[in-house]
């Protein structure tokens, strides 16, 4: 409850972020602002590998009170983490104006602005992990909160001096350097940057990481990389209209957030003590599913109410993609609960499936794309098939397995 409640008020002000940029900028300064911060997403989410893998295996030793083992497991990826910001930042730096140039965005400051949110992505992941495989949720809650709050503020002042995409990108920077800062605060007496040797199985944990490194990165290819596809095939004005309903689509999965963040410690303590995790698989998808079907009944009552209260317009074309939007986002948001579950108890079946499906898409959308609402019709059949085909692993394919070995 805390983590939700938290959480929804931290994607409040995310969404809130998104509102007061949709509202000050021209549709296409938007269609360019959100192609930057879906490139930052499909590159960085990778990273949530080590948000994951550390979660998990801090959840694991604090289960069984091995304090020694988790001052190893943070020190070594942060030094790691620290090693590839500077490797990110460069790489990033150097590729941008080539990157700009072909996505016809005229903002060079922002893409060096690009380069050094990559890097402290991997320092935020790292912190994050670390607090929430110890359940110490209040801060995980607290921290982003008051991050959120600074990125507003900052928001509003760098639209009030003009600064456009420029000024949204800098707040965002700003914001997540101030996270990065609160959580190394919360966590200065538990963590270190020195080598501790407590016989943690590093090799155990980077083969692990692989596969949560290819799930993180399908997953966010699949929400993320039509915007940037859209921006690449379509001229700005209908970049622009896809723009203000994918900010829609966006809320069905920031609705349930909270939930995978609280499923991922819980069931993976579950599994390391032998103990059932299916009830709350079970619990996370009932309230997953609730939360995305309120919303989408809301949207289709009030579609034009809902788009102008999120974007300040609501173009005919932006209304009925938001319909589909509801629907696609919807499949992903159930599926990454499943997602999450698979990896917190070690169980790789689904990868097969997930990167089928994302080179499924690409390749569609690379095919299909004669119109806006084709890119999102591609996108809603993709989504409901991997959601099946991941129920299917975890449920029915579960039983026919019990039901051999009995």
């Known amino acids: 409850i805390l983590v939700f409640a938290g959480t929804s008020l931290v994607n409040f002000l995310n969404l809130l972020y998104q509102l007061l940029i949709a509202h000050s900028i021209s549709p296409q300064d938007f269609a360019a602002f959100n192609t930057l911060i879906a490139i930052f997403m499909i590159v960085s989410t990778p990273l949530t590998t080590l948000q994951l893998a550390l979660a998990k295996y801090s959840a694991e030793f604090n289960s069984r009170k091995e304090e020694e083992k ?16 500077v490797i990110t930042c460069a790489v990033f730096y150097l590729a941008s104006p080539y990157m700009l140039a072909k996505l016809k965005i005229p903002y060079a400051s922002s893409g060096y602005l690009l380069a050094l949110l990559m890097a402290e992505a991997w320092l935020a992941r790292v912190f994050a992990g670390i607090v929430q495989g110890r359940e110490l949720f209040l801060w995980l809650v607290v921290v982003p909160l008051l991050s959120g709050l600074l990125k507003i503020v900052l928001t509003l002042l760098f639209l009030k001096l ?5 000024g949204a990108l800098a707040a965002f920077l700003i914001s997540a350097l101030a996270t990065i800062i609160l959580f190394f605060f919360v966590l200065r007496k538990k963590v270190s940057f020195r080598q501790i040797k407590a016989g943690v199985d ?12 290819v799930s993180s990165f399908c997953f966010m290819v699949l929400v993320s990389s039509d915007m940037v596809l859209v921006k ?20 069905f999965l920031f609705l349930p957030a909270a939930i995978s963040a609280v499923l991922l410690p819980r069931a993976s303590s579950l599994h390391a003590n032998k103990s059932d995790t299916a009830s709350t698989l079970k619990k996370s998808l009932a309230y997953t599913f609730a939360l995305c079907a309120a919303a989408l009944a809301g949207y289709n009552l009030l579609p034009e109410f809902v788009l102008n209260v999120l ?38 079946r689904f ?15 690379l095919i ?35 039901r051999c070995r009995i």
């Not at 690449?232 to 809320?251: D, P, V, W």
């Not at 890119?375 to 809603?380: D, E, L």
Request: aromatic share 20%.
């Open 70 to 85: 988790i001052r190893s497991l943070s020190s070594f990826f942060l030094k790691f983490a620290l090693t590839a910001a």
């Open 162 to 166: 003009g600064w456009s995409v420029f």
């Open 202 to 213: 590093f090799k155990k944990i980077f083969i692990y990481l692989f596969p949560v490194a």
């Open 232 to 251: 690449f095939f379509f001229n700005n004005t209908q970049a622009g209209s896809y723009s203000l309903a994918q900010m829609l689509g966006k809320i």
């Open 311 to 348: 974007c300040g317009k609501a173009f005919a074309e932006a209304v009925l993609l938001g319909r589909f939007f509801g629907i696609s986002m919807s499949f992903f948001a159930l599926t990454y609960i499943l997602i999450t579950y698979f990896l917190s108890v070690e169980d790789l």
């Open 351 to 365: 990868i097969k499936y997930l990167v089928f499906f994302t080179l499924l898409q690409l390749i569609a959308l």
């Open 368 to 402: 299909f794309h004669s119109s806006l609402i084709q890119v999102q019709a591609v996108i809603c059949v993709n989504a409901a098939l991997l959601f099946m085909a991941h129920m299917y692993l975890v449920f029915i394919k579960k039983a026919q397995q019990q």
